[in-house]
């Protein structure tokens, strides 16, 4: 039997690839050497064991549900506003600090049965924030789970936060103040 | 920020964890809160009025929102960093 004359294209053009493919196998190859056994290896392999990820977006709806309602509340108890410590954390400028007011303008707030209610919840959400940090250490840590047996650490943790809050917005508010003063001429409009 | 996350990475932790050991964790978070702090001075401004634009009040509250895990990212990435750093420091000596 004659076996036809035929020959396939593709290996001729594997073999013009093969010096670029070698360098790029070969430069693939040193790289991943480089990553084996390496620091960052070991970062990525840590943050893959925590679900880095999951943890993140939990842990940030978590704060959103829980720490802003107890912040505004907290404020609304206070009678100081939180939209000012809100743009002074996120660094806003006049603009955006306008919408942060606009968002939350809310009335002095009185003790009711409602009002009682959502701080329990609130408070309860801002518990489960705390657990979930206290958990992530653990885990990045390699500690076991204490569970209940931590939880007046959770509360003092909880109050120490809010005490540092209060400072940092109370230090903070006359540096911003200070950066809001126009300054005489320079900031009036030219007349023309 | 730093001598607050470090007490409470020890607090959180019981003492189970030397001071010592959770020292680079509670520097790397402080660093890398710093860093968030200046991003957000240059990216939320005109995020916020562009998403209050675009959806009105709660895009502002999606801001908001990218802010908090912005915070869990500098969090875990602060620990975990620190923690790797500190096994590595300890498997070589």
């Known amino acids: ?192 | 920020m730093t001598p607050f996350f470090w007490w409470t990475m020890h607090f959180l932790l019981a003492g189970r964890v030397p001071w010592r050991r959770l020292l680079p964790s509670a520097i790397l978070t402080g660093v890398f809160f710093a860093g968030l702090g200046v991003f957000s001075e240059f990216y939320f401004s005109s995020t916020i009025i562009s998403d209050s634009r675009t959806y009105g009040t709660i895009g502002a509250v999606f801001s908001i929102m990218t802010w908090f895990v912005a915070i869990g990212a500098v969090i875990i990435l602060g620990a975990v960093a620190g923690a790797t750093w500190e096994d590595r420091k300890a498997k070589v000596a």
């Open chain 1, 1 to 192: 039997m004659v076996q036809p004359d035929h020959k396939d294209p593709q290996p001729v053009a594997e073999q013009e690839a093969t010096p670029a493919r070698r360098a790029e196998r070969k430069a693939l190859a040193a790289a991943r050497n480089r990553f084996e056994g390496s620091l960052a290896q070991s970062f990525v392999r840590q943050l893959k064991a925590i679900d880095f990820s999951d943890q993140v977006m939990l842990f940030g709806a978590g704060l959103l549900v829980s720490a802003l309602p107890l912040l505004i509340l907290l404020s609304a108890f206070a009678s100081n506003r939180v939209d000012d410590d809100i743009s002074l954390r996120l660094g806003l400028d006049r603009r955006a600090s306008g919408i942060m007011t606009h968002l939350f303008t809310s009335a002095p707030a009185t003790l009711n049965v409602a009002t009682a209610t959502s701080l329990v919840f609130v408070t309860a959400g801002t518990l489960a924030v705390a657990s979930s940090l206290q958990q992530i250490y653990e885990k990045v840590f390699h500690q076991d789970h204490r569970g209940l047996r931590g939880l007046h650490r959770l509360l003092i943790w909880i109050a120490v936060l809010c005490l540092v809050v209060v400072f940092q917005s109370v230090v903070g508010r006359p540096v911003r103040n200070l950066s809001d003063v126009p300054c005489g001429p320079c900031s009036s409009p030219s007349p023309s």
